[in-house]
DNA sequence: GTAGGGTTAG
């Protein structure tokens, strides 16, 4: 059956769970309304010079704004965040405040701005960036060797990724078993397990592997579904004399969970109940999601009123997990009802709670409710993020309200919150469903707009475009596209317009 | 940003 040994009651760790508990019930899960006071109060400053640095026609204005702007690495920080999803003026941003006569960046912005060259692939200026760090004595840190790690990883090139680590102190920052650790890590979730497994096996005993190092590994082999994989390696953590934590199990249980192996995860759990082990509240969120997902609502409810009952009170992610799976399985209207409730309770819904139900309604075809909800994430001080716009736009395009969609669009750029891959992928994709020559031009100027701000359309869809331009008469859009896409070839991940 | 629990369509 199940690997004895894993299971080491943990008694004293429990009791001192529980007693802390039924001594501080208020301490450790009261929900607490957040204070937006510290981090709005330094007026909107970012908002207004990322307004001015999107707005092409203002650029003496901006430069002025510029030279009277108090500068801190706060606000370059908060103002590349706002550019996150229009990167090439990010890059630009930074590299003009660097001509500053009395600024300086900190090692942060720097990160930021290397994280977004890498998200372009533009591994020149990136490589450059951290350079500069060197000279100027500001870093690399670990932080930003995980950045850099963790784009090439996601651009397929785990092996560049892999010789970043090796190369680490040649720039001045040692690896130790915590940038080790992140390595796997970063691995495993891209679903690199073999290749992270095969790593670790090599370096285990020079960074000393810890609890850490097994436990992520043993969740890559529960991320591609190999549950006997997390199994054996967590056996031999505990061979070498490593023992495991709450954090184990969760990983196990879930990955039982995802591997839709329900009836292990059931046992699973209970075992764990048996022999003592610390029940967490991550534990009873898995296994509410878990049932919920494989269809047992009424099991996932009983779940959440047993944890109740236990002592252990739900977290927001607890509710999301819920709500998500009654939209899903069950029915919207009662994901309403658990929403209304945990309201009530005092807790305060993040933007997932709301993308959540927001998806739940559009699903439905409620799309008026889906946007009285969006209204209401404002009134919350819950903006809405670019996955909120994404469903709805998704939807109205799928029910073919293709100017209900562009509407939302635009009232998302007016706002603060910029268009990722996926909001252009979707809209590009809506503007030929009707056929329509004028359909076509927008999706000429979307498609302008998106190479303008850094993200690469695949071969297909400028291709798509070009086809739909000639078919309905627009030769000369059709020739400035090609232009576009020509240039882009050449210089493919540093288009400059 | 050293591990585990909430959003991705069919």
Redesign the pocket.
Known sequence: MFTHHLFKPNSIIKNYVINHLLQHPQSLFTPKRSCNCYTQTPSQEDTIIAELILKNNSKTQLVEHCRRTQWSPDLVDRVLKRLWNHGPKAIEFFKFIDRHPSYAHSGSSF?HVI?ICGRLRDYKTMWDLVKEMCKRRIGPT?????????RFISAGKSDRAVKTFLAMHEYGCPQD???F??LL?LLC?SKRVEMAYGFFKVFRRRFRA????Y??IA?GWCLIKKTSKALEVLEEMVERGLEP???????LL?GFFQASQIKQAWDFFLQMKKRGC?I???????VI?GFG?AGEIDKAKKIFNEMIKQGCL?????Y??LI??LC?KDDVENAIVVFEEMVRKGYVP????Y??II?GLC?RGEMDRALDFMGRMKDDECEP?V??YN?VI?YFCDTGEIEKALEVFENMCNGECLPNL?TYNVLISAMFVRKKADDLLVAGRLLLEMVERGFTPREFTFNRILNGLLVTGNQGFAKEILRVQSQYGKLPRKFKL
């Open positions: 990160d994280d670990p932080k930003t060797f995980a950045i850099v790690i963790e078993l915590c940038s650790n992140t890590d979730k810890d609890t850490v190092s436990n992520v969740n934590t709450v954090s184990t199990y969760n990983i879930k610390e967490d509240v991550v534990t009873y969120t898995t999601h997902v739900p977290t927001v992610p607890t999301n997990a998500g799976v899903k993040n933007t997932t709670t993308n959540v998806r699903h993020n996955q909120t469903i998704r996926d």
